[in-house]
């Protein structure tokens, strides 16, 4: 199953490292590419996706735009601390349109998933929708 809006899952944007009210965090799960969060243009950048419920995800696609590495890490607590690791991605550069990056989960199970922008192709950058495949609940 693909979900484009998480929000519709009842998942949250819990955590963002910087927010601009014309583009705030919460456009990361609307479903919706138009719409977007941006960065305020320092690295690393960050955002926390909380799910209701703990969550089995095979897979998360990340839609975005000038984003470099992305770390993606993981907890099963309640709480939004003490995250593993689950990867470590290079995204290519595209120009003119978006970055789309399917990056596989094998399954992991998750309460809060944890993205982190450690670099970017210019100053800013942008998420436009993280969606997830294989969702069971």
């Known amino acids: 199953m693909i979900d484009s809006s998480l929000s519709s899952l009842g998942a949250k944007v819990v955590v963002a490292a910087s927010s601009d009210e014309n583009h705030p965090p919460e456009n990361i799960i ?29 897979a998360v ?13 993981k907890n099963t607590s309640p709480n939004a601390s003490q995250f593993e690791s689950v990867t470590e991605q290079e995204l290519k550069r595209t120009e003119g349109h978006l ?15 944890r993205f982190i922008i450690t670099s970017g192709y210019d100053h800013f950058v942008s998420v436009h929708r993280v969606s997830v ?3 069971q609940t």
């Open 133 to 135: 495949q294989n969702v």
């Open 99 to 113: 970055q789309s990056n399917t990056i596989l989960l094998n399954g992991s199970n998750a309460t809060h998933l």
């Open 30 to 58: 609307d479903g919706n590419t138009s719409t977007f969060w941006t960065s305020t243009g320092m690295f690393p950048q960050e955002f926390i996706i909380r799910f209701a419920e703990s969550t089995q995800i095979s």
């Open 61 to 73: 696609t990340v839609d975005s735009y000038n984003v470099k590495q992305l770390k993606i890490e």
